[in-house]
């Protein structure tokens, strides 16, 4: 297996023409990470978000925390596309996105933007 690391402009839109080129070709993305950051980070979701600020505070760690926003896409070719395009349509921006959970049909993903209450009336959160 091969990872294929492709650089994005910080922008909407980004990921929907990258996700369209992929699923328009029959390619199913089976694992994806996307992270707008430009120094090294590492990005969390843990089970104890109050636990997690207290101990970060305590390392004396700078850190922000974003709201997650779960979903299931269908597990075929171009669905993460269709999920990017809508969004990139209305002008929000992905921050990051995650692949939670694959089975054979479905996928739970989360993710941020930078407008998620939108993003939730959009995607019917």
């Not at 297996?1 to 990258?18: H, I, R, T």
């Not at 269908?74 to 694959?102: C, D, H, Q, R, V």
């Not at 993903?109 to 939108?118: C, E, Q, R």
Request: glycine share 8%; aromatic share 4%; with cysteine.
């Amino acid at each position: 297996m091969q990872e294929f690391n492709v650089s994005l402009a910080d922008k909407p839109g980004e990921l929907a023409d990258v996700a369209s080129a992929v699923g328009e070709n029959g390619i199913n993305i089976l694992g994806c990470v996307g992270m707008g950051r430009s120094t090294a980070s590492v990005t969390m979701v843990t089970d104890d978000e109050e636990a997690t600020a207290k101990v970060l505070k305590d390392m004396g760690r700078d850190f922000e925390s974003n709201e997650l926003l779960l979903t299931t896409l269908s597990n075929e070719p171009g669905a993460l596309a269709k999920m990017a395009t809508k969004l990139s349509e209305a002008g929000i921006n992905i921050i990051s996105f995650y692949i939670m959970k694959m089975e054979m049909d479905a996928a739970d993903v989360a993710l941020t933007t930078d407008n998620p209450k939108k993003t939730k009336e959009i995607l019917g959160i």
